[in-house]
Every structure is written in C-alpha cells, then in structure tokens.
C-alpha cells in the first residue's frame, strides 16, 4: 500500500514505514494519512485535482475531520493496520467499478461511488461554514450538487431519507437565518414581554407598566385606585409584546428570519423551504455502477439541459402573475402539460444512451417550437409550459407543428401527450406544478 502524507512529518512516525510514503500529491498512491497539522481546509479539493477524491483517508491528527474513513489517536502499528485493512476493504469495493463512460456521468458516479465503497448513506451534515449550511462530508471534493442528487433520487438510482428542512432568505437564498420574534405591525425584533394587568373594579385593562409606580406599586391609570392584592383587586389575564419602536401590543409576535450573510429580513411566512436528504444507493444505483453509465434521462432533464426551465416556485408566481392579468385584463392564457406517453416501452428498448439521444433531439424540437415568452418548468415526468398571452387555437397550432417535426425527425415513434388548460381551468393546471 502506497500511502499520501499529510501534515508534520518531522519527526517522522515510527509507525510509518518510509519506503511506502510519499508527500506529493501528484504521486501515485492508495491511501491517504492525516497527521498532526495536516491541512484539511481545501485537501479534499487538492486530492480532486490529482484524481485522489475518493481514495480511503485515515485521519491521525487529532483535529476532526468527517471525510475521514478512519480516526485514531496519534499513529501507532495499531492503528495504521486498522486503516490499511479498512483501506483494502474500501480500495477492492472501488475496483469493481469500471471508469465512467460518459465524462458528464463522471460527478454523479463519484458520489454514488462514495456511498458504494464505504457502504454506508451519503448522509448530510450541518455545515455553518456554506451559505446552505448543509453538506455532505462523503462528497467533499467531488463537484456533484444538492439538484444533481435529487435528479439521482428522482432516477431511482438513490433512495431519500429526511434529514431536516431549511428556510431560505427571500433575498440571497442563504440558510444562515437568525430566528427573531418581531413585532406583527412594523416587523421590529425591539418587543418587551409583559403582562397585562386587569383592575376589575373599573375593568381597565393595560399592560403592566402603566399600572407600575416608581415605589413598587401599582395605580390603575384610569380611575387611580389603588391595587393591593392580586386575585381580588386586579389579575393578568394574558403575557403581551410591547413593541419598543411602534408602541403596538399583541399577545402573540409574528416570526421572522434575519439573514447573517445579507442582513436582510424575511417574514417566516414567506420564506421558502428546502429539505435536505440522506441518499442511500438503491439496487438501480449499484446497477448503474457497476455499467459506468447512467440510465436515460428524462425529456425533462433533457429539455432543463437545452433550453432551462423555471423552479416550481418562480414558475408558480409566473402562473400566478400572469392568471393575474387573463382575469383583470380578459386577456388569452393556457398551459400545457406534455408527457411521453410511451417512456417506459422506449427506455426497455433503446436503453439509456439511445434514448437520451432521442430525447435531446425531441427537446430540441420542442424548444424551437416554443417562444421565449413561453416558460418551462418540469414535475416528475411532466413537462409543464406556460404560454402566456395564447389562445387555444394558437397553443394547438404550436403543438401540431412540434409533432409534426416529432414526427419526421425522429426515428422512434415517440407518444407526445399534452394537456391544455386555459384560464377557466386554470386550478387544475396549477396541481400539476409541484
Ligand atoms: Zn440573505
Ligand atoms: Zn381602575
Ligand atoms: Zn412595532
């Protein structure tokens, strides 16, 4: 076993045996050691550059690092014959796994990878260092992204487990958020928890402070009695927010984010959410593997990839936008949902890369057909499409022609499926958007 050393090597280790160890990265080598001092800031991307990401790492440096396949204490015999055994384990699981065929395949078949030789989830992690905040320390160095794993869960080729939900800024996307309660009519975090005092004789009630005198007591402001005790001259009812900037009181404060990396504010009401998954690979993921390839995609990755489409949420407030306007203005508006009809029975047949070939001309052809006021967002399968300012008649006409060039340019029979809804239709429309 070749080994990669990182961090203080004078004195060298005793344990360590010289004749196997190099500290270039560039030199070939199964394994990798941390020592004390290693640098693990940016190693994994250095380790990347050399072709080294997935290699088995045994962590010796006392500091923590969670890519490591191995942790111990300061080198000893023992532990270093812990880690080369764990390293031939993971090193003979890699070598079941032929190079990837297609260089785009390569990320998404590193990650899958990760999770093959180590056995074990992809699991996500809190991260306080990225603006997500979460990460996944298997993938450190590998250039694979949170939507690149979800394309992987939504092919079957990883299953998801929940690991939590984020709330994202509304202005930079960040999920670095400081959870405040603000005041529900200016939106201040200035707010003073007091309770409300209730004199029953005159059944004035105000919070606490304006019954407050300076000796200790309480007046009631508004008849100036005296309240003595509790229970039988006066109560409190309910625990208020006093807002320091408006003066507004309320029994309950609003909710609100405020983002550490923009400083700006966010109503929690409004804030968007991202879950986050651990991945675990599937049967299909190891199949995938095992073959150097992905399996086909969909038209919709397909389509996302020539012409790109719209997040379900800037495609909802689109929607919404412009059903806005049909209404007010009577104006034209439809949308349409596309499918291919015959998926499965392609991709039995052709198999994954005749059938990516296939529907990268059909996106083609479909991205021609439409205008670039037309917006695209995708569901699953479905291919959703908003035609702004369309009648009906204009949509068909528009979806004739796609499948007519379908249709000659093609050369698989490819079953186009398209709903159209207009204005008066438009909830059902809406429930397809995800
Ligand atoms: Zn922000
Ligand atoms: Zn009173
Ligand atoms: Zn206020």
Not at 298 to 307: C, E, K, N, P, Q
Not at 341 to 349: F, H, S
């Amino acid at each position: 076993m070749r080994f990669l050393v990182e961090g203080t090597t004078s004195p060298w280790p005793e344990a360590l045996p010289r004749a196997q160890c190099s500290t270039d990265p560039a030199a070939p080598a199964d394994a990798v050691i941390l020592l004390e001092g290693a640098a693990t800031d940016g190693l994994m991307a250095r380790l990347a550059k050399h072709d080294k990401a997935l290699l088995p790492i045994g962590n010796f440096s006392g500091a923590q690092f969670k890519r490591a396949d191995y942790a111990g204490p300061a080198l000893s015999e023992v532990g270093l014959t812990e880690f080369t055994a764990k390293a031939i384990d993971i090193l003979g699981r890699l070598s079941e796994l032929p190079p990837p065929a297609a260089p785009s395949d390569r990320p998404a078949l590193e990650a899958m990878a990760m999770a093959f030789s180590r056995e074990s989830e992809l699991l996500a992690d809190w991260c306080p260092l990225v603006p997500e905040a979460v990460r996944y320390p298997l993938l450190e160095g590998i250039p694979v992204s949170r939507e690149s794993l979800e394309d992987l869960a939504a092919g079957d080729l990883l299953r998801r487990r929940p690991f939590d939900t984020l709330h994202l800024c509304g202005h930079c996307g960040s999920s670095r958020l400081n959870v405040r309660e603000e005041c529900i009519k200016c939106g201040s975090s200035n707010l003073r928890q007091t309770s409300l005092v209730h004199h029953y004789r005159c059944a004035h009630q105000a919070p606490a402070e304006e019954f407050e005198r300076p000796d200790g007591g309480l007046l009631c402001p508004k008849c100036g009695d005296t309240l003595r005790h509790y229970g039988v001259d006066y109560d409190r009812p309910a625990e208020i927010f006093h807002c320091g900037d408006c003066g507004h009181v309320n029994d309950e404060p609003a909710v609100g984010f405020v983002c550490m990396d923009c400083g700006k504010r966010t109503e929690a009401e409004r804030a968007d959410k991202r879950t986050w998954h651990h991945y675990a690979l599937t049967s299909k993921g190891v199949a995938a593997l095992k073959a150097g390839a992905l399996p086909a995609r969909s038209l919709g990755a397909a389509i996302a990839r020539i012409m790109g489409t719209y997040s379900p949420r800037d495609f909802r407030l689109l929607c919404d936008y412009q059903s806005d306007i049909a209404r007010r203005y009577e104006r034209p508006l439809c949308g349409g949902v596309l499918e291919v009809a015959n998926y499965d029975e392609l991709a039995q047949r052709l198999g994954g890369r005749r059938l990516n070939q296939l529907f990268t001309l059909l996106a083609e052809i479909i991205s021609q057909t439409l205008r670039t006021s037309d917006a695209v967002a995708l569901s699953g399968r479905l291919v959703l499409v908003l035609f702004a300012e369309t009648p009906r008649a204009g949509v068909e006409r528009a979806l004739e022609r796609m499948r007519q060039r379908a249709d000659e340019t093609l050369s698989e029979p490819v079953d186009l499926r398209i709903d159209i809804f207009e204005a008066d239709d438009w909830e059902r429309f809406m429930e397809q958007v995800p």
